[in-house]
Protein backbone atom coordinates (compact mmCIF):
# COMPACT_ATOMS: atom_id res chain seq x y z
CA UNK A 1 0.00 0.00 0.00
CA UNK A 2 1.49 3.45 -0.77
CA UNK A 3 1.86 5.69 1.69
CA UNK A 4 1.68 9.05 -0.65
CA UNK A 5 -1.31 11.44 0.65
CA UNK A 6 -4.12 11.06 -1.68
CA UNK A 7 -4.52 15.32 -1.82
CA UNK A 8 -8.01 15.44 -3.89
CA UNK A 9 -9.37 13.59 -1.26
CA UNK A 10 -7.77 15.83 1.26
CA UNK A 11 -8.70 18.97 -0.60
CA UNK A 12 -12.79 17.78 -0.93
CA UNK A 13 -12.44 17.10 2.93
CA UNK A 14 -11.43 20.65 3.63
CA UNK A 15 -13.87 21.93 1.09
CA UNK A 16 -16.70 20.76 2.56
CA UNK A 17 -15.42 22.38 5.69
CA UNK A 18 -15.79 25.81 4.65
CA UNK A 19 -19.11 27.96 5.81
CA UNK A 20 -21.55 28.24 2.64
CA UNK A 21 -20.85 32.09 2.44
CA UNK A 22 -17.16 30.98 1.12
CA UNK A 23 -18.56 28.92 -1.01
CA UNK A 24 -21.14 31.73 -2.67
CA UNK A 25 -17.91 34.24 -2.61
CA UNK A 26 -16.11 31.01 -4.87
CA UNK A 27 -19.45 30.49 -6.81
CA UNK A 28 -19.63 34.28 -7.97
CA UNK A 29 -15.40 34.36 -8.69
CA UNK A 30 -16.28 31.64 -11.00
CA UNK A 31 -18.80 33.47 -12.60
CA UNK A 32 -17.00 36.12 -12.95
CA UNK A 33 -14.32 34.65 -14.60
CA UNK A 34 -16.35 32.87 -16.97
CA UNK A 35 -18.33 36.31 -18.32
CA UNK A 36 -15.08 37.24 -18.62
CA UNK A 37 -13.79 35.02 -20.82
CA UNK A 38 -16.75 35.47 -23.02
CA UNK A 39 -16.91 39.19 -22.92
CA UNK A 40 -12.51 38.80 -24.10
CA UNK A 41 -14.21 36.50 -26.94
CA UNK A 42 -16.91 38.49 -27.88
CA UNK A 43 -14.56 41.66 -28.43
CA UNK A 44 -12.10 40.05 -30.17
CA UNK A 45 -15.01 39.08 -32.73
CA UNK A 46 -15.53 42.43 -33.26
CA UNK A 47 -12.01 43.77 -33.65
CA UNK A 48 -11.49 40.52 -35.76
CA UNK A 49 -14.67 42.12 -37.81
CA UNK A 50 -14.60 45.57 -38.11
CA UNK A 51 -10.28 46.25 -37.63
CA UNK A 52 -8.66 45.10 -40.96
CA UNK A 53 -5.23 45.99 -38.44
CA UNK A 54 -6.40 43.69 -35.85
CA UNK A 55 -4.95 40.28 -37.19
CA UNK A 56 -1.63 41.89 -38.12
CA UNK A 57 -1.44 43.19 -34.59
CA UNK A 58 -2.24 40.42 -33.36
CA UNK A 59 0.41 38.21 -35.14
CA UNK A 60 3.19 40.95 -33.81
CA UNK A 61 1.83 40.59 -30.44
CA UNK A 62 3.07 36.23 -30.92
CA UNK A 63 5.84 37.06 -32.30
Known amino acids: MDDAPNFKKE ?8 P ?3 ERIQDFVNSISAKAG ?4 ILDQV ?6 RYEHLLGLLKA
Do not use: T, V
Open 11 to 18: ISSMAGLL
Open 20 to 22: QPL
Open 38 to 41: QASK
Open 47 to 52: LRRHNP
